[in-house]
């Protein structure tokens, strides 16, 4: 503990006298003495947490300096809070069915260091912040998916079997240790032993939030209710947008679409690695041949996680500015004001609403839900844009996210493997069969004039998205623009500069400004800078991040 300043040592033996002093408390109040067989599970949750302290130090933390008081004092006053708890059930309440509450309790705080220990099994890394961001604003129906492709069913039910088994035997174990044991003492004042039980765990409850991924879920509940202001606080800036040039990129009537991508990894996409054994995207390779479109070699997410990427994606927030995403302009009211109808199409149904990212959605003039179980499903969205209007359309769906057979109908099954390679093969084949479907529609119907693809991040088909182990292959995403002839000609400088840039490296969190520059739509919130399409791009590979700041 040499690492550990005198103020902190003499702090955590400060906790400890007054932990101690709440240990003789209780003994007083409840005239029982504290080590006694009675109170044994009570002090299995204190070595539960006993333990969780001693592994965070010899194991995941590596040994490093550090007291882990929270581990300590959440076990100790736990176990008292618990025993103080039990006196009261037991003298008090006459139904002995009522201690399922207490064990029902005990079990729900012995939780966190269980996902702690999860969590650094599979990934070898402690839980982070990011990690709890994204588990706050998912659905059941996306947690589940995550769950049956990487737990699976039958571990699934394991678990629970065995939660259940420990559970009924607490309880079990609980009742015989109170029946074998008679105590002729006089009963305490109730209302005071509850004053007692409510003191002792309020530090247990109060500190439990502050610790692992408690804390980091409390942090991520925190966050997204502070920027649910986001929409009236871009309201305010919206009337401040200022362009420098008030040209639109063509002289009649057009459609520029965006497609946000999900979970595309483009290691395992044979477009990009054409010695890759499925042919997953033939429409995309074909594209590589069109010179109207340029397909981008090097390009990585700036996360791994959908919520933190898109908030950068779609904002002036990048993790090359300060800016918060309270402050940040959007694409969407970008397009607003340069005289585009903006729509956001999505088959998430409410889901996405969970997410930070739909305060967003909601500044487009309309938000379609199609509904569908498939993303086909938003071409009939696509059908219900007005031709004769500039329209500036967003596209968001479920994409190659797991759990993939769930991504595509059976009969769109063309690799018939079974294994998680091929069923994620065939959620690309289905997505590149609907980009096709979107481009086509576009073409036809709606003078499109640019197409931008990207997916939010990669996966791994082991490990999926989550960020704690830094794989690559979770930040090497496909992205691809398609310009018009018509665009060419009008904006010649700019298709020569991303022309000329398509093997260069570049970050997802740069693609406000960069589409920006290529609706023409540069204005004060603006940064040419990360701009693809802008001669005034600055960043070369060493100055580029991924996984937030951290590679």
Excluded at 101 to 120: E, G, S
Excluded at 385 to 401: K, M, S, Y
Excluded at 441 to 456: C, P, R, T, V, W
Aim: glycine fraction near 6%; include cysteine.
């Amino acid at each position: 503990m040499g690492d550990i300043s005198s103020s902190g040592k003499f702090l955590f033996v400060r906790k400890s006298v007054v932990c101690a002093l709440a240990i003789y408390i209780t003994q007083f109040v409840l005239q029982q003495p504290f080590f006694h067989k009675r109170w044994l599970l009570n002090f299995l949750f204190m070595g539960w947490w006993f333990l969780f302290a001693f592994i965070k130090f010899t194991v995941i933390d590596g040994g490093s300096a550090g007291i882990y008081e929270k581990e300590i004092f959440i076990g100790t006053y736990g176990a008292v809070a618990f025993i103080a708890l039990q006196y009261y059930f037991e003298k008090y309440i006459t139904k002995r069915r009522a201690l399922l509450v207490i064990d029902a309790l005990m079990l729900f705080l012995c939780i966190p260091p269980v996902i702690t220990y999860i969590h650094y099994i599979i990934y070898g890394y402690p839980i982070i912040y990011e990690e709890m961001l994204a588990v706050y604003n998912t659905n059941i129906r996306e947690a589940m998916e995550w769950a049956v492709s990487y737990v699976g069913w039958g571990n699934i039910l394991l678990n629970l079997m065995g939660i259940l088994g420990i559970y009924a035997f607490v309880h079990y174990w609980r009742l015989k240790v109170i029946r074998g044991y008679k105590d002729n003492r006089k009963q305490r004042n109730k209302y005071i032993v509850l004053a007692v039980v409510i003191a002792l765990f309020y530090y247990p409850l109060f500190t439990l939030p502050k610790t692992d991924c408690v804390g980091h879920f409390v942090l991520a509940a925190k966050y997204s209710n502070d920027i649910k202001h986001y929409s009236k606080d871009i309201a305010d800036k919206y009337n401040a947008i200022q362009f420098v040039n008030d040209a639109q990129i063509c002289d009649t009537p057009h459609t520029v679409i965006m497609v946000v991508g999900e979970s595309a990894c483009r290691d395992l996409m044979k477009a990009y690695n054409a010695n890759y054994r499925y042919d997953n995207t033939p429409w995309l390779s074909q594209c590589k041949d069109d010179s109207n479109f340029i397909v981008f070699t090097n390009a990585y997410a700036c996360q791994s996680l959908t919520q933190q990427i898109l908030e950068n994606a779609l904002t002036e927030k990048s993790y090359y500015n300060d800016k918060s995403l309270l402050e940040s302009m959007n694409i969407i009211d970008i397009a607003n004001k340069k005289g585009y109808k903006t729509y956001w199409i999505t088959d998430l149904e409410g889901e996405d609403s969970a997410s930070t990212f739909s305060l967003i959605a909601e500044r487009a003039d309309n938000v379609i839900h199609t509904d569908g179980e498939y993303d086909e499903s938003m071409l009939d969205g696509l059908k219900q844009i007005d031709p004769t209007e500039n329209n500036f359309i967003v596209l968001h769906g479920r994409g190659t996210h797991s759990a993939y057979t769930k991504r595509y109908p059976k009969e769109k099954d063309v690799f018939a493997e079974e294994d998680r390679e091929a069923e994620y093969s065939n959620a690309l084949r289905y997505v590149d069969d609907f980009l096709k479907n979107v481009y086509n529609y576009g073409i036809e119907h709606l003078n499109m004039q640019a197409m931008l693809y990207y997916s939010d991040h990669g996966e791994n088909l082991q490990t999926g998205h989550g960020p704690s182990d830094h794989s690559f292959d979770k930040v090497r995403i496909p992205i691809f623009v398609y310009l018009s002839k018509d665009y060419q000609n009008k904006n010649r400088d700019k298709f020569q500069q991303l022309l000329l840039r398509k093997d260069d490296f570049y970050i997802n969190d740069m693609i406000y400004n960069t589409l920006c520059g290529i609706l023409n739509a540069e204005s004060n919130f603006y940064d040419a800078g990360e701009d693809f399409s802008s001669k005034e791009y600055k960043y070369r590979l060493d100055d580029l991040w991924t996984f937030g700041k951290e590679v």
